[in-house]
Structure formats: C-alpha cells, structure tokens
C-alpha cells in the first residue's frame, strides 16, 4: 500500500472530523423537524383520517428520542428522518380521505335530497288533482318527517367537518329513504280505488 500523500492529509483529517462531529451531536434539528411535521400532520386531522400513518410517524420519533438518550445519535437522525418522512405521509393521506369523505357524504345527501324532491312532486300532483293530502298520506308524515330533519343534521355535520360521522349517517339512511317515493304513489292509489269519483246521475224515470 502506498503511503498517503502529505497533499491529501488535510483534507483526510477535514472529513474525518466532520463525521465525526456528525456522529458525535445528538440530531436536535432533525428531531425537532419531525415533532414539526408531526403537529402539522395532527392539524391535519390525521389521527381522524391516517391514523396508522400517525402512529408509525410517532413510534419513529419516539424511537429517535430513545437513541438520542443512548448515544445513538446515527441511528437517531435515521429515526428522526424517518419520523418527518412518515408525518408527511400522514399528512398527505389524511387530506386525500378528508376530500373523499366529503365527497361521499356531498353525493349521499344528494340523493337523499332527490327522494324528498320525488315525493314533493308526488304530494303537488295529489293537490292538483285536489287530493286532501294531509289526509291520504297522513300514514307517511311521520317517515317523511323524521327523513327531513336526519338529512338536515347529516348537512350540518358536514357544515361543522365532522366528513366521517356525515357519510356514515347518510349512507345508513339510503336504503331507509329509497321506496318512500313509491310508497306514496300507492298511497294516493290507495286512497283514489277506495274512494272513487261519483258518476253523473242518469235522468229520473218517467212516470
């Protein structure tokens, strides 16, 4: 082997010194990026939307912090990077299922909101058609009651970003809002047979 040349000798010592001044400094900085994008994953609402992209981010941090208190200070700035990397996956995941939630929870009411329109349609052909429909459809008030005002709290959830409590409530009450539209066509059928119109009087017998 040959001997190292006495031009390369500074520059030898200028590296040696520099990882060793890395490995010998615990990563205060890089731990504190990661608690950083921790917090802005948290506000983020991640522990809602992403929260095992949560928990892996805060076991890396926790295990950076561990290393750091044994002297591992490589292995700490492995961990702390990998803490700030895994927050911002938390981060970016926990708007993506926001936004999909939203958009579940905006499509249900929707629909929801197509079925009250079906059946308002249904209840103005009975009055045009002079129908007491207070009456004839007086077995469904209550349902169609009780449909309004649960389609209104579902838009209030959403109007106050609860997006996961909206879209459940909505999708659980679909298949209780789908047959109403037609359930009071037969109502009006129902109630039209029992009832018919009166015939016209045929003229008396002569006497």
Same mark, same amino acid.
């Given at each position: 082997?040959?001997?190292?040349?006495?031009?390369?000798?500074?520059?030898?010592?200028?590296?040696?010194?520099?990882?060793?001044?890395?490995?010998?400094?615990?990563?205060?900085?890089?731990?504190?990026?990661?608690?950083?994008?921790?917090?802005?994953?948290?506000?983020?609402?991640?522990?809602?939307?992403?929260?095992?992209?949560?928990?892996?981010?805060?076991?890396?941090?926790?295990?950076?912090?561990?290393?750091?208190?044994?002297?591992?200070?490589?292995?700490?700035?492995?961990?702390? =990077?990998?803490?700030?990397?895994?927050?911002?996956?938390?981060?970016?995941?926990?708007?993506?299922?926001?936004?999909?939630?939203?958009?579940?929870?905006?499509?249900?009411?929707?629909?929801?909101?197509?079925?009250?329109?079906?059946?308002?349609?249904?209840?103005?052909?009975?009055?045009?058609?002079?129908?007491?429909?207070?009456?004839?459809?007086?077995?469904?008030?209550?349902?169609?009651?009780?449909?309004? =005002?649960?389609?209104?709290?579902?838009?209030?959830?959403?109007?106050?970003?609860?997006?996961?409590?909206?879209?459940?409530?909505?999708?659980?009450?679909?298949?209780?809002?789908?047959?109403?539209?037609?359930?009071?066509?037969?109502?009006?059928?129902?109630?039209?047979?029992?009832?018919?119109?009166?015939?016209?009087?045929?003229?008396?017998?002569?006497?």
């Amino acid at each position: 082997m040959q001997p190292i040349s006495r031009h390369l000798r500074p520059a030898l010592l200028v590296v040696a010194v520099v990882l060793a001044a890395g490995c010998g400094e615990p990563p205060t900085r890089e731990i504190q990026a990661a608690e950083a994008a921790l917090e802005r994953a948290r506000q983020a609402q991640a522990e809602l939307y992403a929260p095992e992209r949560l928990r892996e981010a805060q076991a890396a941090l926790d295990g950076a912090r561990k290393l750091a208190e044994s002297r591992d200070y490589r292995g700490a700035l492995s961990s702390a =990077n990998a803490a700030a990397e895994r927050a911002r996956a938390a981060a970016q995941a926990a708007g993506a299922a926001r936004t999909l939630a939203k958009s579940a929870a905006e499509v249900a009411l929707a629909e929801l909101q197509a079925v009250l329109d079906e059946v308002a349609t249904v209840r103005q052909e009975a009055e045009e058609a002079k129908l007491p429909v207070d009456e004839a459809f007086a077995e469904l008030t209550p349902r169609l009651g009780s449909l309004q =005002n649960a389609v209104a709290a579902v838009q209030k959830q959403v109007d106050d970003g609860d997006l996961l409590g909206a879209q459940k409530a909505a999708l659980e009450l679909k298949p209780q809002a789908a047959d109403l539209p037609e359930a009071y066509r037969q109502a009006r059928t129902a109630w039209e047979e029992a009832r018919p119109k009166g015939k016209a009087k045929g003229k008396p017998p002569a006497k």
